[in-house]
């Protein structure tokens, strides 16, 4: 069970260490505090909710107001944790069947946690399924019935069209696997190399070797994408065309490998709000 | 013609799970229990003789698939068809619908405390989840649930292989599990 508010008795008096988050890494609301709650080994069945809230509220300080949505959902929860926050403040008889202020918020972040580990194991059967292929699929071309199609068309029309014509070369309709000429892979298996030797790398450096040939830059920079995908290693670039940085994920900054995809794109969520 | 024959010429042949009564369509002289003899046959022929594929059930259906250890090779060609996987978002809201199906987009969203309509028409899109029935509340909203091509995705042979609650190390164990249907009632 949940202890009693009195119980924890709160000090809030150390909070003035600069505490800064980037808001843009999380998820939501239940993602930032699980994070804040995590990163300082609270106890989740007794969360000093000031502590906590000041927090919070220090970590949305600086959200946009580009995207309204979002920045409703932090501060719906601001709402709930100044209200918690409020309730503990105040006596609560001492019979009372009266639950803890914070059992909800408590439900919500246990619940929110299994979610992700589940979340964890439905990706890892992803990728093994993914390892599996079945026979290839072609779509079967679309037929229109001739019955639709009105003719008119005179003869001359005709000949003229038909006389016009160059047969085309027979198309060769085999279904053919084709080898890419630099492979995705070979860049994967150098990118981690490197990033084994030197920690971090410019993507220029990467082609350096390579200036002849554009396809090694395609693949390079794929290569990079999937292995960012892959949470394997962690891209960086301050701005768009400055230099990009492919960076080991033990040297990535603080959390990284935990979203380093929601950094630097948008999720679906964020991509309907903004249509 | 041996059944056995049969059973691999369809298997080979199609490009989705079948299931063994699918399977049983191709003869008259087959039914369910012979096509299941056929397949468990095939299915030890496979791994005796190493073929780089096997049999494998995948969502209440059989299925010849390549074995995981060949994906580096197959990899490397542009036409091997590749499965794109899914956004953490989208697993997330999937993971919440495929516990707590039917549920509706609210309910999603307030697990997740998130809005979720974006991942949820991508779902939809991707025919992961499908509208199922409509809820009771206000505005009786659309509820949602897991498809075939949900199992299929993950290479699950049914809804019980999602992990269960007493696999789950979040304290949770001890405590009224509100992610679980059968507690849905």
């Known amino acids: ?275 | 013609m041996n059944a056995e024959q049969i059973v691999e010429a369809v298997l080979f042949a199609s490009d989705a799970p079948l299931r063994a009564e699918e399977i049983a369509r191709a003869d008259e002289t087959l039914d369910e229990d012979r096509v299941e003899d056929a397949l468990r046959a095939l299915r030890s022929h496979y791994l005796e003789s190493t073929r780089a594929f096997d049999l494998v059930e995948v969502a209440g259906g059989y299925q010849l698939l390549t074995r995981p250890e060949f994906a580096p090779y197959l990899d490397r060609f542009d036409t091997v068809p590749r499965t794109s996987r899914l956004s953490r978002p989208a697993l997330e809201a999937l993971a919440i619908i495929a516990y707590r199906q039917p549920i509706g987009r609210l309910e999603v969203e307030y697990v997740r405390g998130v809005g979720s309509a974006g991942v949820i028409r991508t779902l939809q899109d991707r025919e992961l989840i499908e509208v199922v029935g409509r809820g009771e509340g206000l505005g009786r909203p659309l509820l949602y649930g897991t498809t075939p091509r949900f199992l299929e995705h993950f290479g699950f042979q049914s809804i019980d292989d999602l992990p269960h609650p007493e696999e789950l190390p979040v304290v949770l164990r001890d405590r009224s599990l509100p992610l679980l249907p059968e507690e849905e009632g």
């Open chain 1, 1 to 275: 069970m949940l202890r009693s508010p009195a119980a924890s008795a709160e000090r809030d008096t150390d909070f003035g260490a600069a505490f800064l988050v980037e808001i843009d890494r999380f998820q939501g609301p239940l993602d930032l505090l699980m994070h804040l709650i995590r990163r300082q080994e609270f106890d989740i069945f007794d969360i000093p909710i000031a502590r906590i809230t000041d927090q919070f509220l220090a970590a949305i300080r600086g959200i946009g107001t580009t995207d309204l949505d979002s920045a409703g959902e932090f501060l719906e929860m601001a709402a709930t944790l100044v209200r918690i926050k409020a309730q503990m403040l105040l006596p609560r008889p001492i019979d009372a069947e009266d639950e803890d202020p914070r059992a909800e918020l408590v439900r919500r972040l246990l619940e929110y946690e299994q979610i992700r580990d589940i979340t964890a194991r439905l990706e890892r059967s992803e990728a093994d399924r993914s390892r599996r292929h079945a026979k290839g699929w072609v779509q079967p071309r679309q037929r229109t019935p001739d019955s639709d199609l009105p003719l008119d068309t005179t003869i001359t029309e005709f000949l003229e069209v038909a006389c016009g014509i160059t047969l085309p070369e027979p198309i060769d309709t085999d279904h053919r696997v084709t080898p890419r000429t630099v492979s995705m892979e070979e860049k994967a298996t150098l990118i981690l190399s490197r990033l084994a030797d030197e920690g971090r790398i410019e993507f220029a450096r990467l082609l350096a070797p390579f200036r002849h040939d554009p396809m090694h830059g395609v693949m390079t920079f794929l290569a990079g994408l999937e292995l960012s995908r892959r949470r394997a290693i962690h891209l960086q670039q301050a701005r768009p065309f400055h230099t990009l940085w492919f960076i080991d994920r033990a040297d990535a900054p603080l959390e990284a490998d935990q979203e380093p995809f929601a950094t630097m794109y948008p999720t679906s969520d964020e991509e309907a709000r903004t249509r």
